[in-house]
């Protein structure tokens, strides 16, 4: 990763995540990799790649409380059955998977957090209809949801709106297709690293702006 030392400067917190269980080059890894380091609208990105685990990521997201914290925080993840771009509004208290995580953990639904009410909603500030219609405008296809599913993406989601919430930061979960896929409505053709670091890059300035 990149040297950050001009630590006091506005910046955004971007994370990726690795491989997991059926995804072996996960996408997202190679966009936060990219991105780290980089100015965008005057706002430095440090980024980091997550491993695909439910523990320790509230420990994890809680040392950028550390100093200066972010000005915002994103996510991204790959939704392995989706053909377009998905900004998630919402995260769940709950976590529940089919396949396990890299840790070879899994669970069959129990909270993310025990303090607080099981399936509970955590909604983000971040204006996501909007940058919706921006992406749409520039040729992306891209939707809103209300789903996260209850896997690692969600978990991570939930506890970020939950930490830097409480500070105030908004953050954002951002869901890709995988690579190779087709939208159907793109005439780009089928999704690729470079669309996908596009996309990235769109939602970023709409945040900082």
């Given at each position: ?98 396949i396990p995580d890299v840790a070879g953990v899994s669970f069959d639904g129990v909270p993310i957090d025990a303090a607080a009410e099981p399936h ?70 089928p999704w690729t690293s470079e669309a996908l670091l596009a996309v990235a890059e769109r939602v970023i300035e709409a945040v900082v702006e």
């Open positions: 990763m990149a040297d950050h030392s001009s630590a006091q400067l506005d910046w955004i917190l971007v994370t990726g995540f690795g491989a997991f269980p059926g995804v072996l080059d996960n996408p997202t890894e190679a966009v936060a990799r990219t991105l780290d380091g980089r100015m965008i609208a005057g706002t430095q990105i440090r980024a980091e790649v997550l491993d695909v685990t439910f523990a320790g990521v509230a420990q994890r997201l809680e040392t950028h409380l550390v100093g200066h914290p972010p000005a915002a925080t994103i996510h991204l993840g790959v939704a392995v059955q989706s053909t377009h771009v998905r900004l998630e509004r919402q995260a769940v208290n709950w976590k529940r998977a089919s509970r909603v955590l909604e983000t500030d971040v204006p996501v209809g909007s940058i919706v219609a921006s992406l749409q405008n520039a040729g992306f296809a891209a939707r809103e949801s209300d789903d996260p599913g209850r896997y690692v993406c969600n978990c991570t989601y939930y506890q970020a709106l939950r930490i830097f919430g409480a500070q105030g930061i908004p953050s954002l979960f951002v869901h890709v297709p995988p690579l190779g896929v087709d939208p159907g409505e793109n005439e780009s053709g």
